[in-house]
């Protein structure tokens, strides 16, 4: 089935051509720059974040032992006469420590949460983005050099010259001249027969 389009300007095709050219570009520059932030935020998760809970999971670990190696030595420096000392400050020491270790467990937990949920985010947008990209380079393309085959071809074809001839005004014109000297020359001649019919009668 043929199909057509009413064109009331070549200029609209040529700028539309230009939109669609200008739109490749910038959303090529955009999915660049998106790579681009999604590699920062993969550094930072998959590395700062990591590595820093990381080092303070064994901070406090070492933090916990040295608490409670001072609650010990505490209590034996303080022990009078079989009776516990309280050793309160060590204790909270202690608590401190035992805290700031169970946030850094937690927080390495939660990262490595983050960091499965994080790449299976980006390996969907990068499936897209692949995707994307091949419309724009092909799809795309297709239709901007469709766009400006057609300008072309309409630029061609009313550059064409028509075959001089006359106007039809002209031609009517020239028509009803000709029709009316016809009409004169058949009177004069009706005229002539009958004055010779007069001329020879009876």
């Given amino acids: 089935m043929s199909r057509s389009a009413r064109v009331a300007s070549i200029d609209v095709l040529q700028t539309l051509a230009g939109a669609l050219q200008r739109f490749r570009g910038d959303a090529a520059g955009s999915l660049d720059d998106l790579e681009m932030e999604l590699r920062h935020a993969l550094q930072w998760i998959h590395h700062d974040r990591k590595e820093y809970w990381t080092r303070e999971v064994q901070r406090g670990y070492e933090n916990a032992t040295q608490t409670r190696l001072q609650l010990e030595q505490a209590r034996v420096m303080r022990r009078v006469a079989g009776r516990e000392p309280s050793c309160v400050d060590e204790k909270r020491a202690l608590e401190r420590a035992k805290r700031r270790l169970e946030t850094a467990r ?27 990209i091949t419309w724009l380079d092909t799809d795309l393309a297709r239709a901007v050099a469709a766009l400006n085959r057609m300008s072309a071809s309409l630029e061609t074809y009313v550059s064409l010259e028509t075959p001089a001839g006359p106007a039809p005004a002209a031609l009517g014109g020239a028509a009803e001249s000709a029709a009316a000297q016809g009409a004169e020359e058949n009177s004069a001649a009706q005229t002539a027969r009958d004055a010779e019919t007069r001329e020879t009668g009876p």
């Fill in 106 to 132: 937690q927080k390495v937990e939660a990262v490595e949460h983050w960091i499965y949920a994080v790449d299976r985010a980006v390996d969907e947008f990068r499936r897209s983005r692949a995707q994307f």
